[in-house]
């Protein structure tokens, strides 16, 4: 492990690693989200559909990598926190978005928002985790955030304290209530911190590693209508349902054939 970590804008090869990543950091939410509306559907069927799309905020475009010895071991994933006003949803929110609803409506619209920040547990306290937010703050500094945002779970206490040693604060607080099927308590803080150097720290990459500059896909891009739907089912419920509901029902039945596989 003592090989030095690549960062680097993902590809559509990585999807399967990064959607593996990314549910370590937001299973418990999709899981939260899913049993209600479709229980036998399986989590890492869904959330590779969505990494593996050309757009959408949870597209491998939008997500910075970090890899060892070729290996996929870390993930960034990031958007403009106003693609979730822009696209949301007109259909009456379930009963658990409504139980979520405190954490998606606190936000800085004006900011890049980290949606997720995933390390292998094998690759940790390594450096990569600060790795990847160095790079996502440059990311919003090149695409002309001012600020970045992200949500922690209250009582999450080493993400928060890895988020201030990468400067940042804690804003607002989220008052979610408890819930048995919900395994945290104590609400979520909104934390922020500037894309341009802080107390004379350079905001510019990873501070250790190699890095590979490349332009970043928008956040929502329009759909390809000609193109026939090749996902299961699409449940990217920080943005909108009014598409992906749709396509549940249709496909119901061939997903929950084929979720057995996964």
Sequence with gaps: MGAIPAYRHADPGDAEAIANLMLHASGDILRFLLDELAPELCQRAL?????????????????IVAQVDGVVVG?????????IRQDASAMAPTARERWLGPLSELQDWSSLLLNSLAVNPLFRCLGI??????????????????????????????????????????IAWADIAAHPALPHE?????????????????????????????????????????????????????????????????????????????
């Design 47 to 63: 959330m590779t559909c969505m990494v593996s799309r050309q757009d959408g905020p949870r597209s491998y475009r939008r997500c």
């Design 75 to 83: 993930v960034a994933n990031a958007f403009p926190a106003a693609a």
């Design 129 to 170: 985790g600060s790795g990847l937010i160095g790079c996502v703050v440059a990311q919003a500094r090149s695409e002309g955030f001012p600020d970045l945002t992200l949500h922690v779970w209250a009582d999450n206490a080493p993400a928060r304290r890895l988020y201030r040693r990468r400067g940042f604060e804690e």
């Design 186 to 262: 104590g609400g979520s803080f909104l934390m922020r911190r500037p894309s341009h150097d802080v107390d004379g720290r350079a905001a510019c990459g990873p501070s250790h590693g190699r890095w590979t500059p490349i332009a970043i896909a928008p956040a929502v891009t329009p759909c390809d209508t000609t193109k026939p739907k090749t996902c299961a089912a699409d449940l990217d419920y920080s943005v909108s349902r009014r598409e992906t509901l749709p396509v549940i029902a249709a496909q119901r039945s061939d997903v929950a054939g084929s979720a057995a596989s996964f």
